[in-house]
């Protein structure tokens, strides 16, 4: 079914009130007139109703019943979590309902469609209006109040599509209001967050449905910053990267909760992993402290407490050198089938035995035969030559025929290739042992993201894979008996996926990519259980 009919199935399928059927009928036809490129600059991916209802229910139970809101929706959209604030709460108890939309295309509908209840939505830019100074609940000079709730899913438009004038713009006013200094790098979704702080009355509760990139990169400190020192972080549920929220919106998502107020000493946040926002899979409380010293946040989610008490230990990086195998510029043109070495006549002292793809390896352990050569049906040869050019041209006449084919083609001038000297040679990676593929989906027919492989051969890997070289000590126990070569690979093997998955990083739908200092950062209490058979120095 496309995206558009089982959106449209919401309509049918849940339990929906007439406005909210509508609504979601109109925010389909609205989508649908926009190209998507349109929608990718303003963020404009609405939030799933259901969700929207979880959220709101949530909120609910976060606070004091029968309390009087002031809602805030800074990204208003045609209204999910109007929608679901109205089903959620009384209009006696809804004392306000202010938002925000940038968009007429959507807003003028919005408006519409809620006219006949008591939300106030701005058809403007949410980062250029002034927030209200009044904080008290009645402020007898009639000045605007600041909210009690805010529930959000602001733009998450990448800082490609912001103008160097609009995030100078943006990066100034989020210092100014929030005292928050963030990135060029920032996507939008961050000022949102910032700015909204100014927004928020002391005590009121907030919601935000944001990407979870801000967990794990540079940029993102900032906001942890604030979210640990300014406000108190109460939890963060990670969706399951595989359970897309934004069916359109490629992007892993988060619902942060937190509460306007400074945290009480000893603070714990709760992290939830996949499922739902009431069911969560995985459940985790971190220390305000530990997650101080924490450089990425997501993998909290993830990880089981077993796990984390364990982060001291020996980690693979401690056993293997690990490193992405070689990146060659021109696959089609280094990398070569046995056909096409005896068509050009290519002389077999410049060519190595290369593994093919992951995608294109049968197996798991690579046999080899006598010459070294990896037993599988598809053989594939790396060219590489040291030799100077002048060398070549003598000794080589076919190799040289061949090169002159790369400089027709314009290989030589290619970025990498022109880096390296001569531009036929490749970088140093000898064949290793133990391989694991760089990136991979847990939705594919194995069911796991990563796969590592034994190799017995004397074949090297393209960059699509990570080499694990073992280290000194390690190769020493690894010289003689062959089995534990094997041991040592199912022990990788048995490495957990969500261990894995929690160093890397992930895209949305459910792409896993573990770079060598992530693998490295990998527990290896499986590898040392084998070992510790052995004599390890
Ligand atoms: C991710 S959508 C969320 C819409 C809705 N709240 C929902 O959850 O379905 C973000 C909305 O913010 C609007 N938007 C983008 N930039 C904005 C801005 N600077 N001020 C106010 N709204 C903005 C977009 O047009 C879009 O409707």
């Keep these: 079914m496309g995206t558009s009919n089982r959106r449209l199935g919401i309509v049918w399928d849940m339990n929906l009130t007439t406005t909210e059927s509508i609504r979601v009928l109109r925010q389909l036809q609205l989508d649908s007139a926009k190209t998507q490129t349109e929608r990718n600059k303003l963020g404009q991916f609405a939030t799933h109703p259901a969700l929207a209802t979880e959220m709101l229910k949530?909120?609910?139970?976060?606070?004091?019943?029968?309390?009087?809101?002031r809602f805030l929706d800074p990204a208003f959209g045609t209204g999910a979590f109007y929608s679901a604030l109205l089903e959620q709460f009384s209009l006696p108890?809804?004392?306000?309902a202010i938002a925000y939309e940038i968009d007429p295309h959507y807003g003028n509908e919005a408006i519409e469609l809620w006219r006949d209840t008591p939300l106030q939505l701005n058809i403007t830019d949410f980062t250029n209006a002034v927030p209200p100074n009044c904080d008290s609940r009645s402020d007898p000079f009639g000045n605007r109040t600041k909210a009690n709730l805010l529930i959000c899913n602001p733009p998450y438009t990448r800082h490609h599509h912001l103008s160097r004038v609009e995030k100078l713009r943006l990066q100034r006013i989020t210092e100014e209001i929030a005292g928050i200094k963030l990135s060029q790098l920032a996507s939008l979704y961050c000022y949102f967050l910032c700015l909204s702080d100014a927004w928020m009355a002391t005590?009121?509760?907030?919601?935000?449905?944001i990407p979870t990139g801000f967990m794990d990169v540079n940029y993102g400190q900032p906001i942890k910053d604030y979210l640990l020192n300014c406000v108190t972080l109460l939890r963060i549920h990670c969706f399951d990267p595989v359970d897309v929220q934004f069916e359109d919106a490629l992007v892993s998502s988060a619902v942060v909760w937190f509460k306007k107020a400074l945290p009480p000493v000893n603070h714990a946040v709760e992290f939830t992993y996949g499922r739902s926002l009431t069911q969560p899979k995985m459940s985790l409380m971190m220390s305000v402290e530990s997650l101080r010293g924490a450089a990425k946040w997501t993998k909290f989610g993830l990880m089981s407490e077993r796990v984390i008490s364990q982060e001291q230990s020996l980690k693979l990086k401690d056993l293997f050198t690990i490193k992405r195998g070689l990146a060659t510029g021109a696959n089609d043109f280094f990398v070569l089938k046995?056909?096409?070495i005896s068509e050009y006549q290519l002389p077999m002292e410049f060519l190595k035995p290369v593994l093919p793809s992951p995608r294109l390896l049968p197996v798991d352990e690579i046999k080899a035969d006598d010459l070294g050569n990896p037993i599988l049906d598809r053989q594939l040869f790396l060219l590489s030559c040291e030799l100077p050019p002048d060398e070549v041209k003598a000794k080589y006449p076919t190799l040289w025929e061949y090169l002159q084919m790369g400089v027709e083609q314009g290989i030589c001038d290619r970025y990498l290739c022109k880096?390296?000297?001569p531009w036929y040679s490749q970088e140093k990676r000898p064949p290793s042992p133990f391989l694991c593929t760089y990136m991979g989906r847990q939705n594919t027919g194995r069911g796991r993201p990563f796969r590592f492989i034994l190799n017995h051969s004397r074949a090297t890997?393209?960059?699509?894979?990570?080499?694990l070289y073992p280290k000194p000590a390690l190769a020493k126990v690894l010289l003689d008996p062959s089995e534990l070569l094997k041991e040592v690979w199912q022990a990788l093997d048995r490495i957990s996926d969500e261990a894995l998955m929690s160093e890397g990083r992930v895209y949305g739908g459910g792409l896993h990519k573990l770079e060598p200092r992530e693998l490295g950062n990998a527990l290896a209490g499986k590898i040392v259980e084998v070992?510790?058979?052995?004599?390890?120095d």
């Design 531 to 536: 070992l510790s058979k052995q004599s390890v």
């Design 58 to 69: 949530y909120a609910k139970t976060l606070l004091p019943s029968a309390s009087k809101i």
């Design 203 to 209: 005590d009121g509760l907030a919601g935000w449905l």
């Design 419 to 421: 880096h390296r000297s």
């Design 461 to 467: 890997a393209t960059n699509v894979y990570l080499m």
């Design 338 to 340: 046995p056909e096409q």
């Design 93 to 96: 108890q809804i004392v306000e």
